[in-house]
């Protein structure tokens, strides 16, 4: 089982719309915070998550969120994200 550590922050375009930045897969949860808290200042939103599973067979519980701030869209359980 391995987990993984992702941190994913979110802009509004000039019309209003929420869009995805880049996902950025980080060591560890101490990572993805401090990188979450940084990516606040600039983001109109952004969360870290981990996701712990096995790449081999692809099942993975769902996520656990460890940070979220500002305009995020839902997650939905049945989305594999960052794997």
């Given amino acids: 089982m ?3 550590f992702v941190v994913q922050s979110f802009r509004l375009t000039s019309k209003g719309a929420i869009t995805p930045g880049e ?5 560890d949860v ?12 600039s983001s109109a ?7 712990t ?4 067979t ?3 519980e769902d996520a656990v969120v460890l940070y979220a701030n ?7 359980p049945e ?3 960052a794997c």
Wanted: aromatic share 6%; glycine share 10%; hydrophobic share 50%.
């Fill in 2 to 4: 391995l987990t993984y």
């Fill in 23 to 27: 996902a950025v897969e980080v060591q």
């Fill in 30 to 41: 101490e990572h993805a915070l401090r990188l979450a808290e940084k990516l606040a200042a």
């Fill in 45 to 51: 939103g952004v969360v870290a998550f981990s996701r």
């Fill in 53 to 56: 599973g096995d790449p081999s």
């Fill in 58 to 60: 692809g099942e993975f």
């Fill in 70 to 76: 500002g305009v995020v869209p839902v997650l939905e």
């Fill in 79 to 81: 989305l594999a994200i």
